[in-house]
Each structure stands twice: as C-alpha cells, then as structure tokens.
C-alpha cells in the first residue's frame, strides 16, 4: 500500500480513446496524465502480462469485477488494469470480458 504522502511520477499515456462519433472508427487518441487518472482519487492499479491468457481472465480480472462494489464502499474511485498490450488488443480483450466502453471526452 502506498502512503498518503506518496507523489505519484508524471507519466503522460499516449491513450486510444473512444470519441463521440457515428464513423466506423469513432476512436482518437489523447495524452492523458498521471494527474488525470490519479490525482485526489483513491484508486487501484493493477496489471497482467499480457491480454487473453486463461488465469488472467478467469481469474484476476473477474476477482476485482467481483469486489468492485466492496471497494467503492471502502471509497475506493477508480479501478485501473494496465498491461504490456497495446490499445487494441486491450479493447478487444476488454470486450472478450463484457466490460462497456466509456466517452472518455465526458471526463476531460
């Protein structure tokens, strides 16, 4: 766990977002930071070696699906897998797993 006073490294993650759009590809991409993902939040960041191994499926990612509201109720804010993958092996990962995709625009 890290302490309260812990100051996060300013990271900018060159992010492939999904944009408000009826084109075929309604994606851009953004430079999102640190800050934007982690400043005045409680959050947990978790990662795996890679998207569509079994354990990491069946098991990780559905263990922090399964808490989720346990850790909102503790006022944890966000949840965060990261992964060696890239952005579109992750959204069709994510997809793979019934998770939604969100507007990131409605946060910026």
Known sequence: ???DNF???NVVFKTRTIIS???DNPFDWKDL?????????KCILFSLPRAFTPI???S???????????????GIDEI??????????M???GLDQCLEEQLINSRL
């Not at 990780?60 to 503790?74: A, D, T």
């Not at 897998?81 to 092996?89: Q, T």
Request: charge should be positive; aromatic fraction near 22%; charged fraction near 20%.
């Open 1 to 3: 766990m890290i302490s």
């Open 7 to 9: 100051k996060l490294p």
């Open 21 to 23: 759009s009826n084109e």
């Open 33 to 41: 930071t640190t800050d934007y993902y982690f400043k005045n939040k």
């Open 56 to 58: 990491f499926s069946s």
């Open 60 to 74: 990780h990612l559905i263990g922090y699906e399964n808490l989720y509201y346990k850790f909102k109720s503790i």
């Open 80 to 89: 965060y897998c990261l992964s060696v993958n890239d952005a579109f092996v």
């Open 91 to 93: 959204r069709k990962w």
